[in-house]
């Protein structure tokens, strides 16, 4: 398994998560990121972090509650998610490409659900 992802589960409205991806040596220098899919809608990009610079992107709606971060060492990323919200219910997954805006993602973790009860 090349990225690994982990950390989901119930929270309530309000409340924080950390989402964490393992991935493997191959992806060191990839830009990583985590998407996410909520029932009976498409998959959204969510948030990014470069290899180079570490410069990070974010959708808008999670912009100040939600932090990417990675550590390279240990090659894996996290999302903090705080002040979670009915919204964020969705099954996330973290992706890896050296395309530093992950337009298509060639490998993709097996998503963890995250879910928020009002």
């Known amino acids: 398994v090349q990225l690994q992802a982990s950390g989901g589960g119930l929270v309530q409205a309000g409340g924080s998560l950390r989402l964490s991806c393992a991935y493997s040596g191959a992806f060191r220098t990839y830009t990583m990121g985590w998407f996410r899919q909520a029932p009976g809608k498409e998959r959204e990009f969510v948030a990014s972090?470069?290899?180079?610079?570490?410069?990070?992107s974010y959708r808008n709606s999670v912009k100040g509650r939600f932090t990417i971060s990675r550590d390279s060492a240990e090659n894996t990323v996290y999302l903090q998610m705080n002040s979670l919200n009915v919204e964020d219910t969705a099954v996330y997954y973290c992706?890896?490409?050296?395309?530093?805006?992950?337009?298509?993602?060639?490998?993709w973790g097996q998503g963890t659900q995250v879910t928020v009860s009002s």
């Open positions: 992706a890896a490409d050296s395309d530093p805006i992950l337009r298509r993602p060639k490998a």
């Open positions: 972090i470069r290899w180079h610079g570490g410069n990070t």
